[in-house]
């Protein structure tokens, strides 16, 4: 008996987001490289990241330092060796653009995405790359684009690439 081949087809953007947002696997481990600048060495993070489809997302940190992030609606909550802080996105417009982004993405949201980013997409059958690109200026200030790779339902890396040369590269495994 002969076995069955699956063959794929080139996946639309529109596509992505479904498939994505349908994932059952909704816990990472990561490995996040921060690039070096003038002032610091690289920087390896590593550890878990969760979200569930009401939009919470977890990132729970190994190493260097034990520390724990939550993120609901417009909240960040760090929890570390100093304590709880609480942050309030809108106040970060920055911070609140990268969390966003990805929080969209997971969730599906094509709309929110597109209408807070250029998009630049681009697929080989399986695989996709999905580059946003900031709309507004004081992001783009900051921030230059967030490249997200990955096949049909799974995000393989994001990298964010900040104005200043420097950026932050998230791997994600299984």
Same mark, same amino acid.
Request: net charge neutral; aromatic share 8%.
């Given at each position: 008996?002969?076995?069955?081949?699956?063959?794929?087809?080139?996946?639309?953007?529109?596509? !992505? =987001?479904?498939?994505?947002?349908?994932?059952?696997?909704?816990?990472?481990?990561?490995?996040?490289?921060?690039?070096?600048? =003038? =002032? %610091?060495?690289? @920087?390896?993070?590593?550890?878990?990241? $969760?979200?569930?489809?009401?939009?919470?997302?977890?990132?729970?940190?190994?190493?260097?330092?034990?520390?724990?992030?939550? @993120?609901?609606?417009? %909240?960040?909550?760090?929890? /570390?060796?100093?304590?709880?802080?609480?942050?309030?996105?809108?106040?970060?417009?920055?911070?609140?653009?990268? !969390?966003?982004?990805?929080?969209?993405?997971?969730?599906?949201?094509?709309?929110?995405?597109?209408?807070?980013?250029?998009?630049?997409?681009?697929?080989?059958? %399986? /695989?996709?790359?999905?580059? *946003?690109?900031?709309?507004?200026?004081?992001?783009?200030?900051?921030? $230059?684009?967030?490249?997200?790779?990955?096949? *049909?339902?799974?995000?393989? !890396?994001?990298?964010?690439?900040?104005?200043?040369? %420097?950026? @932050?590269?998230?791997?994600?495994?299984?």
């Amino acid at each position: 008996m002969a076995n069955p081949i699956v063959a794929y087809s080139e996946i639309e953007i529109a596509d !992505v =987001f479904g498939l994505v947002s349908k994932n059952p696997n909704k816990s990472l481990k990561f490995v996040e490289l921060r690039s070096a600048t =003038f =002032f %610091t060495e690289e @920087i390896k993070t590593t550890g878990t990241v $969760s979200f569930n489809d009401d939009g919470l997302m977890s990132k729970y940190i190994a190493a260097p330092r034990k520390s724990e992030i939550h @993120i609901t609606d417009n %909240t960040l909550l760090l929890l /570390d060796d100093n304590g709880k802080r609480e942050i309030l996105l809108a106040n970060y417009p920055v911070l609140a653009s990268g !969390v966003n982004a990805i929080r969209w993405l997971l969730l599906g949201n094509k709309e929110k995405i597109s209408n807070n980013y250029f998009i630049e997409y681009s697929n080989k059958l %399986t /695989d996709w790359k999905i580059k *946003l690109i900031p709309r507004d200026s004081e992001v783009l200030s900051e921030i $230059s684009s967030i490249l997200i790779t990955g096949q *049909l339902g799974s995000i393989n !890396v994001i990298k964010l690439s900040k104005s200043d040369g %420097t950026s @932050i590269i998230t791997t994600f495994s299984q």
